[in-house]
T-cell receptor, first 112, second 113 residues
Framework: GENVEQHPSTLSVQEGDSAVIKCTYSDSASNYFPWYKQELGKGPQLIIDIRSNVGEKKDQRIAVTLNKTAKHFSLHITETQPEDSAVYFCAAITDSWGKFQFGAGTQVVVTP | DAGITQSPRHKVTETGTPVTLRCHQTENHRYMYWYRQDPGHGLRLIHYSYGVKDTDKGEVSDGYSVSRSKTEDFLLTLESATSSQTSVYFC????????????FGPGTRLLVL
């Protein structure tokens, strides 16, 4: 099945700085890459996703880039704010049901 | 927030006892999923359903069974709970499959002693 590695596991940034989280995947058939944000005590919530026919997607302060050749994709958060503090998960998904995996998560802490 | 509820929200049980977790949705979404979340492992898919009475196994299905007799309800059963099944369990739903937005419930924290 798919293997997704996510780095770093923890990330501490100063408010206003940028945060970058990187995921690598193994299955070249993966073609959908969502990112989820999970706040303490809650379920994950989709914040942005990208499909394999696109190299970059942006939504306000959040952007995702995809490099299919290198099999990695990254989440970029600019101008970080305290409310960005959460755990972020990536996933790589193929057309085959059941063959997808989430990364282990990145704990992001934004300090004022 | 998507209309997803999970019950119970917290449960403590003993090894060897059966446990059933319930996921209820009011969105009429076709697809429903059960995940478990453990430190260092992220979210792992246990079982999923693509319609009433249509279910299949995910990555970590051993020791778990599911049932879906109505669109709105998806049950996860641990036939004989073990300590390794101590985890936080999340239900999720989606309208058009795994390659679309999944909406997650609030989670059930299960402790098996």
């Amino acid at each position: 099945g798919e293997n997704v590695e996510q780095h770093p596991s923890t990330l501490s940034v100063q408010e206003g700085d940028s945060a970058v989280i990187k995921c690598t995947y193994s299955d070249s058939a993966s073609n959908y890459f969502p990112w989820y944000k999970q706040e303490l005590g809650k379920g994950p919530q989709l914040i942005i996703d990208i499909r394999s026919n696109v190299g970059e997607k942006k939504d306000q302060r959040i952007a995702v880039t995809l490099n299919k050749t290198a099999k990695h994709f990254s989440l970029h958060i600019t101008e970080t704010q305290p409310e960005d503090s959460a755990v972020y998960f990536c996933a790589a998904i193929t057309d085959s049901w059941g063959k997808f995996q989430f990364g282990a998560g990145t704990q992001v802490v934004v300090t004022p | 927030d998507a209309g997803i509820t999970q019950s119970p929200r917290h449960k403590v049980t003993e090894t060897g006892t059966p446990v059933t977790l319930r996921c209820h949705q009011t969105e009429n979404h076709r697809y429903m999923y059960w995940y478990r979340q453990d430190p260092g492992h992220g979210l792992r898919l246990i079982h999923y359903s693509y319609g009433v009475k249509d279910t299949d196994k995910g990555e970590v299905s051993d020791g778990y069974s599911v049932s879906r007799s109505k669109t709105e309800d998806f049950l996860l059963t641990l036939e004989s709970a073990t300590s390794s099944q101590t985890s936080v369990y999340f239900c999720a739903i989606s309208d058009r499959g795994v390659k679309e937005t999944q909406y997650f419930g609030p989670g059930t924290r299960l402790l098996v002693l």
